[in-house]
């Protein structure tokens, strides 16, 4: 190890130890420097370092501060034993909100089950999928232990067609958009469905609206079965004009989609929305119609982060990723590739964890905060 990898391995423990939480400033140079027992230009190449990978950010005048949680180098690899390292290719942070929390929830998850058996988690964070197949081609003799694709990173044919003939076994998050075979790990989209449509007829709603991804979404036509079936199920009448569609991260276009269901169908009754910020356009929409929560109308959300809540009237009733089931299945994936137990043809729809609320007319139980596998609130 150099001196300054020495210097991101020591302070990645300071962090995995919960010396500071996301949002705390860091000490002074000179302290930091005492802290880690390194030289000033050491110490500013291992921030530095950390900055580029989004665990740290340097604010002029203001200082240093925790970004996030995850350690990217894990812990230092035990001499003399074979410590295979798992690559994660993923694309910046920050470009928005949900790939950000998403994201980190399963970085955290895979670099702590990892650190646990003495492996490390390297990641390599990319502005953009052009740069994929370059970046591949320096670190080709480093991949042995395999690499993961996730947060918006999905990689061509060509990419997964080198990797193949080295051996390196890959896992995406995601579904895979080429032609070549690829493992890989998703959430049950039809799935979600079901269980939304189902507690909204549960629950006494007839005219229930769904709001989800464009025509032009991969499982666009699945979510759409998924929706009549459970329909046909509780013997309601499918109405196509109940049907909206939004990109799911796109606040003004679920807000058009919301307004345009509730002018053309004044007796729509219950309304399932899928994508974080779509559900905030949607609600917007109900507020300015003069509806209310579940007075007026019930309302299930597809998708959920911990300020979606604070920025609703009431606490909604929705689904939200198995992230931590995520974690474990992409890095069980990679073992059994490496292993030859599984070939690049499997994959894991994992299904979706129901979250109680108010918005549907049901009464939740008393809220507990949400804990990853290792007993730690999630999402702090």
């Not at 070549?180 to 006494?204: F, P, S, T």
Request: aromatic content about 6%.
């Amino acid at each position: 190890m150099t001196k300054s990898e020495k210097a991101i391995y020591t302070l990645t423990r300071q962090i995995n130890s919960g010396t500071w939480r996301i949002g705390d400033k860091l000490p002074v140079e000179d302290e930091l420097c005492k802290l880690i027992g390194v030289g000033r230009n050491t110490l500013r190449e291992a921030v530095a370092a950390l900055e580029q990978q989004g665990v740290l950010r340097r604010m002029q005048g203001a200082g240093t501060f925790l970004c996030q949680e995850f350690a990217p180098l894990g812990i230092e690899p035990e001499k003399g034993k074979p410590n295979p390292d798992i690559h994660v290719f993923c694309t910046c942070y920050y470009s928005h909100l949900e790939a950000d929390f998403y994201g980190r929830e399963i970085l955290h998850d895979m670099s702590s089950r990892l650190s646990e058996q003495g492996r490390r988690l390297l990641i390599e964070v990319l502005p953009d999928a052009e740069m994929i197949q370059s970046k591949l081609l320096s670190l080709a003799d480093e991949l042995s232990g395999g690499c993961i694709f996730m947060n918006g990173l999905i990689p061509g044919d060509r990419e997964l067609r080198f990797l193949a003939g080295k051996n390196i076994p890959v896992a995406l998050l995601g579904r895979p958009v080429g032609r070549e075979v690829v493992a890989y790990v998703g959430n049950d989209d039809a799935e979600e469905v079901r269980i939304a449509i189902r507690h909204l007829a549960d629950h006494g709603y007839k005219r229930i609206g769904m709001i989800n991804g464009t025509s032009d979404f991969a499982d666009h036509h699945l979510v759409v079965d998924a929706y009549r079936e459970v329909l046909e199920e509780y013997g309601i009448a499918f109405d196509a004009r109940l049907l909206g569609e939004a990109e799911p991260f796109r606040f003004n276009d679920a807000k058009n989609a919301a307004r345009a269901l509730l002018e053309q169908c004044p007796d729509l009754d219950a309304l399932a929305v899928s994508g974080d910020r779509a559900v905030l356009g949607a609600l917007e929409s109900i507020r300015e119609s003069g509806k209310r929560i579940p007075a007026d109308l019930g309302f299930f959300m597809l998708g959920e982060l911990p300020w979606i809540q604070e920025l609703s009237p009431v606490r909604l009733a929705g689904v939200r990723h198995d992230l931590h089931g995520m974690a474990d299945k992409l890095l069980s994936m990679l073992d059994g590739l490496r292993a030859k137990r599984i070939t690049p043809e499997t994959h894991a729809l994992l299904p979706p964890l129901f979250i109680p609320g108010r918005s549907c007319g049901c009464v939740p139980p008393p809220e507990a905060k949400p804990q990853n596998r290792h007993g730690i609130p999630a999402g702090i």
